[in-house]
Protein backbone atom coordinates (compact mmCIF):
# COMPACT_ATOMS: atom_id res chain seq x y z
CA UNK A 1 0.00 0.00 0.00
CA UNK A 2 2.97 2.15 0.55
CA UNK A 3 2.99 5.58 -1.80
CA UNK A 4 -0.65 4.72 -3.48
CA UNK A 5 -2.35 7.69 -1.71
CA UNK A 6 -0.97 9.66 1.19
CA UNK A 7 -2.69 8.71 4.23
CA UNK A 8 -5.85 10.66 4.46
CA UNK A 9 -6.84 9.73 1.41
CA UNK A 10 -9.19 11.87 -0.68
CA UNK A 11 -10.03 12.68 -3.98
CA UNK A 12 -11.49 15.70 -5.85
CA UNK A 13 -15.09 15.74 -5.95
CA UNK A 14 -17.04 17.96 -9.02
CA UNK A 15 -19.97 20.07 -7.42
CA UNK A 16 -22.74 20.19 -10.48
CA UNK A 17 -24.88 23.14 -8.95
CA UNK A 18 -28.58 22.03 -9.70
CA UNK A 19 -29.83 23.44 -12.65
CA UNK A 20 -32.33 25.89 -11.82
CA UNK A 21 -33.46 28.79 -14.91
CA UNK A 22 -35.78 30.82 -13.06
CA UNK A 23 -38.22 30.17 -10.44
CA UNK A 24 -37.23 28.04 -7.25
CA UNK A 25 -38.23 24.92 -6.31
CA UNK A 26 -40.61 24.87 -2.94
CA UNK A 27 -39.20 22.46 -0.33
CA UNK A 28 -41.19 19.96 1.53
CA UNK A 29 -42.02 22.16 4.55
CA UNK A 30 -42.66 24.96 2.07
CA UNK A 31 -44.94 22.85 0.04
CA UNK A 32 -46.42 21.65 2.91
CA UNK A 33 -47.32 25.02 4.92
CA UNK A 34 -49.25 25.44 1.03
CA UNK A 35 -51.34 23.08 1.87
CA UNK A 36 -52.12 23.42 5.02
CA UNK A 37 -52.84 27.51 3.56
CA UNK A 38 -55.16 25.90 1.66
CA UNK A 39 -56.97 23.94 3.84
CA UNK A 40 -57.56 26.56 6.27
CA UNK A 41 -59.11 28.47 3.88
CA UNK A 42 -61.51 25.75 3.83
CA UNK A 43 -62.75 25.96 7.22
CA UNK A 44 -64.60 29.18 7.09
CA UNK A 45 -64.35 32.60 5.74
CA UNK A 46 -62.99 33.94 8.85
CA UNK A 47 -60.35 31.33 8.45
CA UNK A 48 -59.39 32.54 4.40
CA UNK A 49 -57.49 35.64 5.62
CA UNK A 50 -55.48 33.28 7.66
CA UNK A 51 -54.85 30.97 5.29
CA UNK A 52 -54.32 32.50 2.52
CA UNK A 53 -51.22 34.60 4.46
CA UNK A 54 -49.93 31.29 5.79
CA UNK A 55 -50.38 30.24 1.59
CA UNK A 56 -48.66 33.37 -0.04
CA UNK A 57 -45.65 33.21 2.31
CA UNK A 58 -45.00 29.53 1.93
CA UNK A 59 -45.58 29.84 -1.73
CA UNK A 60 -43.27 33.15 -2.27
CA UNK A 61 -40.74 31.69 0.17
CA UNK A 62 -40.76 28.70 -2.11
CA UNK A 63 -40.17 30.10 -5.64
CA UNK A 64 -39.13 33.10 -5.20
CA UNK A 65 -36.55 33.44 -1.91
CA UNK A 66 -32.75 31.86 -3.00
CA UNK A 67 -32.14 28.37 -0.99
CA UNK A 68 -29.72 29.01 1.22
CA UNK A 69 -28.16 25.80 0.71
CA UNK A 70 -26.29 25.55 -2.99
CA UNK A 71 -28.18 22.44 -4.03
CA UNK A 72 -26.21 20.38 -6.44
CA UNK A 73 -24.66 16.88 -6.76
CA UNK A 74 -20.76 16.23 -6.05
CA UNK A 75 -19.57 13.55 -8.37
CA UNK A 76 -16.04 12.32 -7.96
CA UNK A 77 -13.94 8.80 -7.85
CA UNK A 78 -14.22 6.48 -4.46
CA UNK A 79 -11.08 7.75 -2.37
CA UNK A 80 -11.43 3.86 -1.63
CA UNK A 81 -11.56 1.93 -4.54
CA UNK A 82 -12.08 4.92 -7.00
CA UNK A 83 -15.70 3.97 -8.56
CA UNK A 84 -17.58 7.01 -9.32
CA UNK A 85 -19.89 8.38 -7.16
CA UNK A 86 -22.06 11.16 -6.53
CA UNK A 87 -23.42 12.89 -3.28
CA UNK A 88 -25.75 15.26 -3.15
CA UNK A 89 -25.30 18.45 -1.28
CA UNK A 90 -26.86 17.78 1.50
CA UNK A 91 -24.96 14.44 2.39
CA UNK A 92 -21.71 14.98 4.09
CA UNK A 93 -20.88 10.94 4.68
CA UNK A 94 -21.82 8.25 2.71
CA UNK A 95 -20.96 5.07 1.84
CA UNK A 96 -19.14 3.61 -1.78
CA UNK A 97 -22.18 2.07 -3.99
CA UNK A 98 -19.19 -0.17 -5.08
CA UNK A 99 -17.36 -1.16 -2.00
CA UNK A 100 -19.35 0.08 0.80
CA UNK A 101 -16.34 2.31 2.09
CA UNK A 102 -17.16 5.37 3.99
CA UNK A 103 -16.61 8.60 2.34
CA UNK A 104 -16.63 11.70 3.98
CA UNK A 105 -17.99 15.17 1.83
CA UNK A 106 -15.66 18.04 2.51
CA UNK A 107 -14.72 21.26 0.83
CA UNK A 108 -15.38 19.92 -2.35
CA UNK A 109 -12.86 16.51 -1.53
CA UNK A 110 -14.19 12.77 -0.89
CA UNK A 111 -12.05 12.12 2.08
CA UNK A 112 -11.96 8.33 2.98
CA UNK A 113 -12.92 7.75 6.88
ZN1 LIG B 1 -15.51 2.73 -3.24
Redesign the pocket.
Known amino acids: MAGQVSDNKSTTAKFVPEDRKGLHKPNSVEWMLMVAGISICGIGSWAVAVGLMIFLGAFYSGFFVKPQVKRGLYFGP?P??G?TMSATHYQDELD?P??R?MVRVRNGRYEAI
Open positions: CHCACSCG
